[in-house]
C-alpha cells in the first residue's frame, strides 16, 4: 500500500471521526439549551387564558425569542400587573426550575368586536340615550383601552364634552348619572364597626354614583360621604 493511501485513508477516518464529534456536541448543547418554540407557546396559551372573556374574535402572535435560554422544567408566563391585554403588547416568561431566568416577548392580541360610535355631534353634559350612538366592529386592539363595547351599560350618561359625530365612545368621555341632586333630601348610611345607622339631610352638591358628596344633617353638621343610587350618601367610620 502506497504512503499516499495510508494518508488518505487516516484523513477519511480523521475527517468522519470530526463529524462524529460535531454532531455529538450540537447533541449535547442543544440537549442543555431551552426550546424558543416552547416558550412560544407558553406565552400564546397565557394570552388565550387571559382574553378568553373578550367581547369579539381574538387572534394572538407570538414572536419566538431570538436568544440562548438555559433548558427549563416548569415555565411561568406573566403580564406586568395593569398592563393592557389587547393591542400590541409583552409578555415575560421565566424559568421557575432548575435555573432561574427571565425573557420578554412581542406579541399583536387582536380582537374584532362590536364598539359604540355617536351618530351625530353630541354637546357636552348631554344625556345618553339609544338614539345617540351604534355599534361599529373593528380592532378593538387599536382603539383606546375604553372604548364601549356595551351601549346599554352607558344609558343615562352625560358627555363631560362635546363628541363629533361617529366618535369612539370612551369611559374617559362620560360622567355617570346624577344618583344625588343638590337640595334634595337624602338618606345618610352611617357605617362603622359593628353598627349600621340612617338618617336624613340635605345634598349640598350634584353627585354622580362614586363621588364623593357633602351633606348637611338635620341638626346642621356637614359631613361628607359617598354617593349612591337613590339619593342616598355612605359615610364610614
Request: proline share 5%; with cysteine; glycine share 10%.
Amino acid at each position: 500500500m502506497s504512503a499516499g493511501s495510508i494518508q488518505a485513508g487516516w484523513s477519511a477516518r480523521n475527517l468522519g471521526l470530526a463529524l462524529v464529534l460535531l454532531s455529538l456536541s450540537t447533541m449535547i448543547q442543544a440537549a442543555g439549551q431551552q426550546d424558543p418554540a416552547a416558550i412560544q407557546a407558553h406565552a400564546e396559551q397565557f394570552l388565550k387564558t387571559q382574553n378568553a372573556g373578550q367581547p369579539g374574535k381574538v387572534s394572538i402572535e407570538v414572536k419566538q425569542p431570538r436568544v440562548d435560554l438555559p433548558a427549563c422544567a416548569a415555565l411561568d408566563a406573566f403580564q406586568s400587573v395593569g398592563g393592557r391585554r389587547i393591542g400590541r403588547i409583552s409578555v415575560g416568561v421565566r424559568c421557575m426550575a432548575p435555573t432561574a431566568w427571565t425573557v420578554y416577548l412581542s406579541a399583536q392580541v387582536s380582537v374584532v368586536g362590536a364598539y359604540a360610535v355617536t351618530l351625530q355631534p353630541l354637546p357636552a353634559n348631554h344625556i345618553l340615550t339609544a338614539a345617540d350612538f351604534t355599534l361599529r366592529e373593528g380592532d378593538l386592539g387599536s382603539l383606546p383601552a375604553d372604548v364601549i363595547t356595551n351601549m346599554d351599560d352607558m344609558l343615562g350618561y352625560r358627555t363631560v364634552s362635546g363628541l363629533a359625530a361617529g366618535a369612539p365612545l370612551r369611559t374617559a368621555s362620560l360622567r355617570a348619572p346624577l344618583v344625588v341632586q343638590q337640595g334634595q333630601t337624602t338618606r345618610v348610611v352611617l357605617n362603622g364597626p359593628g353598627f349600621s345607622v340612617q338618617s336624613e339631610g340635605q345634598a349640598l352638591a350634584n353627585a354622580s354614583r362614586g363621588d364623593r358628596v357633602r351633606v348637611k344633617t338635620r341638626s346642621g353638621q356637614v359631613i361628607s360621604g359617598i354617593a349612591e343610587d337613590g339619593q342616598q350618601v355612605i359615610v364610614a367610620f
